[in-house]
């Protein structure tokens, strides 16, 4: 038996290993150069096996190595970043169809900087870089530096005033831009103050309703799916008969008492599994949670639980809790009594039942923390926990209908296998979505489909019997149920085909990546974005006089999904947003750096960097339109105006219609007016 707590502290090194191991080790430091001037010293030692790329590489291939500069107080930057005294190897990679430059065993990068203020003296920034091997690469995360002037070489002399002032002259000469800046919104846009809040004027025409409460209702009815999901399996199953028989027993002469009993254990599971869910707010908090629906990191230690919680399903190993806690509980609940003793019950039936709940559990908080609330994975398993007790209660009141349930046998395996394949196509959703994010293009829209075409035929071969694990019983023939559910199979398998080819697949458009991934695509009713820059698609639409509706979309959005796939390709909305709108998408969760870094003030008067596009556009949406729920649509006229209400997730195609024939309509009155 495996313990569970040391199998989920391997699972997550594991998954962090993978893509995130020390492959590359970095180590910084500061080198007097004379002249006032510092270098910043950057060696990689890389490991056998390992390359890592040069700082200059072709469109369209992998990452180069770059240096971020987020804050340089009391010193300028002297010219560009480079490598020095490090052998640099090319070859043609055939991945990329390109000849790329690479280093292997130790590189080493520089950056110069003139000091001119010792005292005020400040660097802080990271590097990102990407290895590779021969079979896999890790994702170009950030190494942080920070020094201060402690750091400094002691023999280092600032520049005299004359020649600081001189640097900076130069610098503004030659335009070089610098790599931290402290700007207001009014300064994003050199034209027009597109930055400027519209808040009001777009609560004036009608705002769009928040998806929040939408979100918690998806959580919770899948929290409750999954406790239904969870009662079938044989380690909930046979505890209904046993548990209902035991209260009545124990109370064999007051059947409202045993009723009463039945009712407090089906409350106290409830209070124990959302008190699990508090727990995992309290612990990675309300910011760590809206964090995890795009980072890297958090999605792919998921992905790797998921595949974990499939293999344990699949009957690979069971994951079980300690016996000493089991029996602790159990004996609690025998030395007690009362409420007490039946809350120390309703802990050993989630114990006792954790081979099987754990994994149901794990991925409903996964989706839960995915979405960013707080208060999601409360919500989850309230509706779980829910789900889970009703059963005990009801046939406490009921006890007849004990009868007539299913008695216990390989069938309950086989709920457990079939979940085991869902589980492997949801650990997918998560890998796409840090796939996405951060554009490594490993898990592209076709590669998608054909892992789920792969799992979902599997699926179907292991209901007609056709596949077996070490745990299944023989399967003497195939019942009903299990025809119909191998047809579904099936039959969603096949319909995953055409979308090899670029067909939409609406009923899977929340899971799979967008049509934008696929290599081959015979499909033309896709709506594309003109623009993903905000001020590029704002001059454009200045220029030929259209109106502009902004999309803030993620690519771990899953309602964004919905409703380009179910909205967007009807024939009416396509034709407006073609030819009547400058559409302008921007992606919230996108994780390329900015040329550099801005500082803004919030509206809470707290300061805020902005290092990456995503943070850039998640900062217009918060500070212009004072929302930061996606999907969100606004329309605009050219001086960022709103001229109509503004429109969330909502899949009604007739509603989104009215929405832009509003917008034309003003923008046309505007046109008229002027």
Not at 20 to 41: C, I, P, R, Y
Request: charged share 20%; aromatic share 12%.
């Amino acid at each position: 038996m495996k313990k569970v707590l040391l199998l989920l502290t391997i699972l997550v090194f594991s998954a962090i290993n993978i893509y995130a191991q020390d492959v590359v080790n970095w180590s910084f430091k500061l080198v007097d150069k004379g002249n006032s001037e510092v270098e910043l010293t950057a060696v990689a030692k890389i490991n056998p096996g390992w390359h890592l790329y040069d700082i200059t590489i072709p469109d369209g291939g992998p990452n180069p190595t770059t240096l971020t500069i987020d804050e340089a107080k009391g010193a300028t930057k002297v010219g560009g970043f480079k490598v020095v005294n490090s052998k640099l190897h090319k070859g043609f990679d055939d991945i990329f169809q390109m000849e790329i430059g690479y280093y292997e065993t130790q590189a080493t990068f520089v950056q110069r900087f003139k000091v001119t203020d010792k005292a005020a003296f400040s660097l802080k920034g990271d590097i990102r870089a990407q290895a590779c091997n021969d079979t896999e690469c890790t994702p170009p995360l950030p190494t942080d530096f920070s020094f201060s002037a402690k750091d400094l070489p002691a023999t280092v002399v600032a520049a005299s005033r004359s020649a600081a002032e001189a640097i900076v002259d130069e610098a503004a000469v030659e335009q070089v831009p610098t790599d931290s800046v402290t700007q207001s919104a009014s300064t994003f846009s050199s034209d027009t103050d597109l930055w400027a809040p519209v808040i009001k004027e777009v609560e004036a025409f009608g705002a769009a309703g928040s998806t929040t409460n939408q979100t918690y209702w998806f959580i919770f009815i899948s929290g409750f799916l999954y406790g239904f999901v969870a009662l079938l399996t044989p380690c909930v199953w046979p505890m209904i008969p046993m548990t209902v028989s035991f209260f009545l027993k124990r109370n064999k002469k007051n059947r409202a008492k045993a009723i009463k009993d039945a009712v407090t254990y089906g409350l106290g599971i409830i209070i124990i599994y959302v008190s699990l869910g508090l727990i995992i707010t309290a612990i990675f908090g309300a910011s760590a949670l809206n964090d995890m629906a795009t980072s890297a990191v958090f999605n792919l230690i998921f992905f790797a639980l998921l595949v974990v919680f499939a293999i344990s399903f699949l009957g690979a190993f069971e994951m079980v809790l300690p016996s000493s806690w089991t029996n602790k509980m159990d004996s609690k609940a025998d030395s007690t009594t009362g409420v007490i003793s039946i809350f120390f019950m309703a802990f050993t039936l989630a114990l006792v039942s954790f081979s099987c709940t754990g994994p149901l559990i794990g991925t409903l908080l996964v989706e839960a923390a995915g979405t960013g609330s707080i208060t999601a994975p409360a919500i989850g398993m309230f509706g779980f926990a829910l789900a889970l007790s009703i059963p005990f209660t009801l046939f406490a009141i009921f006890p007849s209908l004990l009868e007539s349930m299913p008695k216990s046998g390989g069938w309950l395996n086989s709920v457990k296998v079939v979940l085991g394949f869902l589980e492997l196509a949801l650990a997918l959703k998560f890998l796409s979505v840090a796939d996405l994010a951060y554009g490594w293009g490993i898990l592209d829209r076709e590669v998608f489909l054909v892992l789920w075409i792969a799992i979902f035929v599997l699926l179907g071969a292991y209901l007609l019997g056709k596949l077996k694990f070490s745990h299944d019983s023989d399967l003497k023939y195939v019942s009903v149920p299990r025809l119909f559910m191998a047809i579904i199979s099936f039959a969603f398998a096949i319909y995953l085909i055409p979308g090899l080819w670029g067909a939409p697949l609406k009923a899977i458009s929340a899971f799979s990546p967008p049509l934008t991934t696929q290599d081959f695509n015979l499909y033309k009713g896709e709506v594309h974005a003109k623009y993903d820059d905000y001020e590029a698609g704002m001059e454009y639409a200045r220029k030929n006089n259209k109106p502009v509706m902004i999309d803030f979309s993620g690519y771990g959005c899953v309602n964004c999904r919905k409703m380009e796939a179910s909205v967007w390709t009807d024939i009416r909305v396509k034709q407006i947003l073609d030819n009547d709108y400058v559409l302008i998408t921007l992606m919230v969760d996108d994780k390329k750096k900015l040329p550099e870094v801005i500082e803004v003030t919030e509206g809470n008067g707290k300061t805020a960097k902005l290092k990456t596009i995503g943070d850039k556009w998640s900062y217009l949406q918060r500070h212009k339109f004072g929302t930061n729920s996606q999907p969100y649509y606004v329309l605009l006229d050219h001086e960022g105006k709103p001229i109509g209400p503004s429109y969330a997730y909502d899949e009604d195609v007739n509603k989104y219609l009215n929405f832009l024939n509003i917008g034309l309509t003003n923008f046309k009155k505007l046109q008229e007016a002027k």
